[in-house]
């Protein structure tokens, strides 16, 4: 399966972004799937995730109320809404995906790099003040 991720930009804080996370070769429909954000100096974190069902969705606090995580499983891609932006969100932003393994709980949302099987290239948000 590769990623893609693309929506990013140049934007003034409180604007919104949408990024989306689009999948080739595969589907991501049944993958739990992660927003990790690597921001100026930084090591990449995560962000936002999604269960393998739906059912389930984490936020780190710094995004909790601001960003939205959901899937279209029809179009194979799984979107990240951005509200009220702040300069502090300024980052690389990638999706990752892990496939449903034996073992796994549908939903499970997984915060941990090593977790995650497929990774996309990022897209940069950049949020001015």
């Known amino acids: 399966v590769q990623l893609q991720a693309s929506g990013g930009g140049l934007v003034q804080a409180g604007a919104s972004l949408r990024l989306s996370c689009a999948a080739s070769?595969?589907?991501?429909?049944?993958?739990?799937v992660g927003w990790w954000r690597q921001r100026p100096g930084k090591g990449r974190e995560f962000a936002a995730g999604?269960?393998?069902?739906?059912?389930?969705?984490y936020y780190i606090n710094s995004v909790k109320g601001r960003f939205t995580i959901s899937r279209e499983s029809d179009k194979n891609v799984v979107y990240l809404q951005m509200n009220n932006l702040q300069p502090e969100d300024t980052a690389v932003y990638y999706c990752?995906?892990?496939?449903?393994?034996?073992?796994?709980?549908?939903?499970?949302?997984?915060?941990?790099?090593?977790?995650?099987?497929?990774w996309g290239q990022g897209t940069l948000v950049t949020v001015s003040s």
């Open positions: 990752a995906a892990r496939a449903f393994q034996t073992g796994d709980y549908r939903n499970e949302v997984y915060i941990s790099l090593h977790e995650y099987s497929y």
């Open positions: 999604i269960s393998n069902d739906d059912t389930g969705t």
């Open positions: 070769g595969g589907t991501v429909s049944r993958h739990a």
